[in-house]
């Protein structure tokens, strides 16, 4: 994927409430008409096609989102690491009981694991260097066609 164009766009939050089982937001959303660096980092400011307030957003340069991406792949790979860590015990455990041990805890977090790589390589693909200045809890960068969220609250 290319670094020209920011993925997310600006996004003005609408509306929210409760409902039942969690909270919603709605947001409109306005495209990022950035030019980016091709090296640093610079301020922009945006004017929010909603409400008209200049927000400021700091756009990093090509060769920064490259890094930026390669970070995030690099930290995908933490969880494969721990994966590793959490099997050598399992063939250096003393007993029987203590190689299941492991190993029912191995599996038990691999779905945690696996969860932290997935959102680790989700973010190298969606980083396109923009940051908000400031936030005012109005304003935020979502992904095109994100127009709405809901957050589940757990019972307790
Ligand atoms: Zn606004």
Redesign the pocket.
Known sequence: MGVDSPVRQLA?RTGSGESTGGSWSTY?LYPIPVTRPEAGRVVEVLV??????E?ACAVTGAAGVRRLRLWWRGLATVPGAFAVVLVVPVAGAQSSGQAVAFAVLGVALLPVLAFGVHLALRRARDEDGLRLVRGDG??SLRPAGSTSDFSATLEA
Not at 48 to 53: I, K, L, R, S, V
């Open positions: 003005h409109a929010c096609g909603e409400c008209g307030a927000v109005i304003h």
